[in-house]
């Protein structure tokens, strides 16, 4: 691939900063949780790969990464697989390349997403000390957690991850809780959420478990093993890759552009089936509006829930903190054990594949045509049905990796959560809206559970159908009392989200 730029000055098309996801230990993990999404990476990788980041590519990749961001603070994430499986020694070796490279005035801040199995008092000074800030995935109290969250034995974690919570506790860590919501714990919404409340902990991301199932297994497994054998060869020699593209530009492009990259999916991906484990779109919402439904009343200022905080950015205008909710995306990417970069942690698969930072400069994988159009595709590829969508502003379609079922005219790419989406964007406008209201007057958010207990819970009187819009988006539309409410309940409009 030929150089996109000028040696010292950054390509044209290079964001000012963008986001790595770092897997130093690929997809290896301690556990064997049913729902996990990237243990099945390995498989990309040859056998006897060593999964193992190596000084050299921690160094190159480090430098690389400081070096490109043209903003005052740049942060790691960690992630797996497992991180923690590679020692704190090379965390060690991580924060030392961080401060030699560090540009003066900079502020480097690290992220590590774990499931706790291996903290303990040393790790937890380590990590207060450089303050990172931990990603501890629990999925709720004891049954539900266990219901997929199992080690290679198949055996509960539970036990384990909640030793790590108090540890984290005990040693001032900051953390957040990941909660995976599937179809067994989000039937659950206020046993989740008073669980995390009640064991003191602050900040909490849901997360949808959303798989397809990959019918190419079923046709024939021997077929899909050689299939992907076939096509792994292509790119886990890097050099045979990066030959490729140079090869011909002008021939690779259309293998990557979308179209074919469905066709080629499709021998994968075939059908609109999920698997078990998956949240259905309907309890995704339910799930997400009963949580709110107990935090706008009790505990505003005290919780933070990712979602509503993402709802509330919508409402205020401001650009979301969840790539999921974002009008583009393309600016957080994955980095594999050796280097390899990928657009995003979602598709690391031989299509996404960008190059390997060994080889090319990292700035070139980023600010490629690929990659750039790889995020404006998120906005450009909207089905109608979002496009004329009255919380669209909030919601930008979801992830494009779970945007495979058909709007109800019948047009391909509406996200399997829709519904899910649609009910809670629709659910919270009226407080949201409030709240946002609250936040323009200079008034702390939290001011809102005030008015909803003056108010006798009176939501009716909040400004359901007016009231601050985003400086940036379309304003809810009107809605009659007596209209069906929006969010697809089939209640009217008065019984329902306009309670
Ligand atoms: S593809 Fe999905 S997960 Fe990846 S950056 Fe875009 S919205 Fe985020
Ligand atoms: S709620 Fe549904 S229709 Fe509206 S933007 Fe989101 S995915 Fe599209």
């Given at each position: 691939?030929?150089?996109?730029?000028?040696?010292g000055a950054p390509p044209r098309a290079m964001p000012p900063a963008f986001h790595l996801m770092v897997k130093p230990r690929g997809a290896v993990c301690n556990l064997d949780c049913t729902y996990c999404?990237?243990?099945?990476?390995?498989?990309?990788?040859?056998?006897?790969?060593?999964?193992?980041?190596?000084?050299?590519?921690?160094?190159?990749?480090?430098?690389?990464?400081?070096?490109?961001?043209?903003?005052?603070?740049?942060?790691?994430?960690?992630?797996?697989g497992e991180p923690t499986l590679m020692g704190l020694d090379f965390f060690r070796k991580a924060v030392a390349m961080q401060e030699k490279y560090r540009k003066p005035g900079m502020k480097i801040a690290n992220a590590l997403q774990t499931n706790g199995v291996l903290l303990d008092d040393e790790w937890c000074r380590f990590l207060k000390e450089h303050q990172f800030l931990i990603g501890l995935s629990m999925d709720g109290p004891r049954e539900l957690h266990d219901?997929?969250?199992?080690?290679?034995?198949?055996?509960?974690?539970?036990?384990?991850?909640?030793?790590?919570?108090?540890?984290?506790?005990?040693?001032?860590?900051?953390?957040?809780?990941l909660c995976v919501l599937n179809r067994v714990n989000a039937d659950h919404p206020l046993t989740v959420y008073r669980f995390f409340k009640s064991e003191g902990v602050q900040f909490i991301q849901f997360i949808p478990a959303v798989e397809r199932i990959v019918r190419s297994q079923a046709r024939s497994e021997a077929e899909c093993r050689s299939e992907r054998h076939s096509a792994d060869a292509s790119?886990?020699?890097?050099?045979e890759l990066v030959g490729s593209q140079a090869r011909s530009e002008a021939e690779c492009r259309p293998e990557r552009d979308s179209d074919e990259r469905h066709s080629a999916d499709a021998s994968w991906l075939a059908t609109n089936e999920v698997t078990e484990w998956t949240v259905r779109a309907e309890q995704w919402g339910q799930f997400l509006c009963s949580v709110f439904d107990e935090w706008v009343r009790r505990d505003v200022g005290r919780v933070f829930v990712?979602?509503?905080?993402?709802?509330?950015?919508?409402?205020?205008?401001?650009?979301?903190?969840?790539?999921?909710?974002?009008?583009?995306?393309?600016?957080?990417l994955a980095i594999e054990h050796n280097g390899d970069l990928f657009s995003c942690d979602h598709y690391v698969d031989p299509h996404y594949f960008l190059g390997n930072v060994m080889e090319m400069p990292m700035t070139e994988l980023v600010a490629s045509p690929f990659q750039r159009k790889f995020g404006r595709d998120k906005r450009d590829t909207l089905p109608r049905y979002c496009r004329e969508c009255p919380v669209l502003f909030a919601c930008n379609g979801?992830?494009?990796?779970?945007?495979?079922?058909?709007?109800?005219?019948?047009?391909?790419?509406?996200?399997?959560?829709?519904?899910?989406?649609?009910?809670?964007?629709?659910?919270?406008?009226?407080?949201?809206?409030t709240m946002a209201e609250l936040l323009h007057r200079g008034h702390p958010p939290a001011a809102i559970m005030d008015i909803l207990r003056r108010k006798e819970i009176g939501a009716k009187h909040l400004s359901v159908t007016g009231?601050?819009?985003?400086?940036?988006?379309?304003?809810?539309?009107?809605?009659?009392?007596?209209?069906?409410?929006?969010?697809?309940?089939?209640?009217k409009y008065k019984s329902c989200c306009g309670t």
């Open positions: 691939m030929s150089s996109l730029t000028l040696e999404f990237y243990s099945r990476k390995e498989d990309l990788y040859e056998e006897g790969a060593s999964f193992r980041m190596s000084d050299e590519v921690l160094e190159s990749f480090t430098r690389q990464y400081i070096e490109a961001q043209r903003v005052p603070e740049v942060t790691f994430g960690w992630q797996g219901a997929y969250r199992v080690d290679k034995g198949g055996k509960p974690t539970f036990d384990k991850v909640y030793r790590a919570l108090k540890l984290l506790q005990r040693h001032g860590v900051d953390f957040n809780i790119w886990l020699t890097t050099n990712q979602s509503f905080d993402v709802a509330l950015q919508a409402w205020v205008g401001m650009e979301p903190s969840l790539c999921v909710h974002a009008k583009t995306c393309g600016d957080c979801g992830c494009p990796k779970d945007r495979f079922i058909t709007t109800p005219d019948g047009e391909p790419g509406l996200h399997y959560l829709c519904a899910g989406y649609k009910r809670f964007f629709t659910h919270v406008a009226p407080y949201i809206r009231g601050l819009s985003p400086t940036n988006a379309s304003p809810l539309p009107r809605v009659s009392r007596n209209a069906p409410c929006p969010c697809g309940s089939g209640r």
